[in-house]
């Protein structure tokens, strides 16, 4: 969509123009899978599919939201404090406003359009995205003086805070910091980053959607961040070790007494994915592509037996892309629980590998799955 598109939206609801149209991507992440809470890297880069917020300012103390692909509003006072709504998408713009105004920042009455096109439930952070825009709104609207990387974290406290899941900061890092063509290896322990090229010449990155919201993400996803802390607390008993990033699977294994069962599997997945994560960066840059899916595989692997995020339909997926050549690697993206698998397929292969693990698909589940070319893209921004 482009900024008229947007704004004629805007104004068939409050009657007037806005004063900015903001576009928020969603992400896929490479490599680097359940580690941002736990000190690793992730490699994940901004999509062109986006939440668009269009905005303007009011006289009174109001916050008016209209969602307009759900065709709800959402009223807020600014005069009691900001508790939680039962519609849940609200959350994710009252959750940054709630955040800012405990931060001081002054943030008066605003009415807000959001629309979109980012496949929602798909694991592709369409809420990270809506957070973002709303941050970055909120500093265009009230002048705010607050940096890139504070607009991250403060859209992550939203997600944290308001919305109920504990997630770690790679969403909003990628949905505000994405580049055009190039993916992130993020530093999740001090936010620190760079960005790599990623155009792979015949090479496409492609989502399989398996339909499955993940509904038992949330509550899932808070257990599996305490079960690594428990195991994390555990290991610092025996090893003067800062963070996972110091341990070693021989540190796991002295351990093993008193770390065992689901926190033992959890952490052995999340020291071999930052260790995984660093060689997949390496094949990158020595342009070892075959390598790299390899090391996707090996994700999917750890992220279904040790970490338990996956479920059937993801299974399937990535075993039958395991059988094409035209596939360089593939793996279940996000959370999980469902969403989508992000696969590497040569170009000109697309269709067809895309209509055999269909196939298989339907054979097993009874319907098909979705399909997705993803393009990177740039983070949030400001349409004119
Ligand atoms: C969700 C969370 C992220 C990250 C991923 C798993 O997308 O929001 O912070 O933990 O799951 O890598």
Redesign the pocket.
Known sequence: MNKAEVSTLFAQQFNEAPLFVIASPGRI?LI??????NHGF?LPAAIDKYMYVAVSKRNDNQIVLHAADLNQNHQNSLDAPLQPSSSGWPNYVLGVIHDLLAAGYSIAGFNMLITGNIPIGA?V?SS?ALECATVFACKHLFDLNISKEAMVTTA?RA?NNFVG?N?????QFASMFGKADHVIKLDCADLSYTYFPFKLEGISIVLFDTFVKHTL?SSE?NTRREECETGLAALRQKFSIGTFREASLAMLDAASDSITGNVYNRCKYVIEEIARMEAACNHLLAGEIVGFGARMYETHTGLSELYEVSCAELDNIVQNCKKENAIVGARMM???FGGCVIALVQTTKVEEVFNRINNEYQNKFGRSMGKYLMQIGDGTRLLD
């Open positions: 992440n680097g899978e359940h580690v941002d809470y992730v694991g952070s990270a992550q997600e899941v997630c770690g900061v790679m969403d993400a996803y996000g959370g999980g």
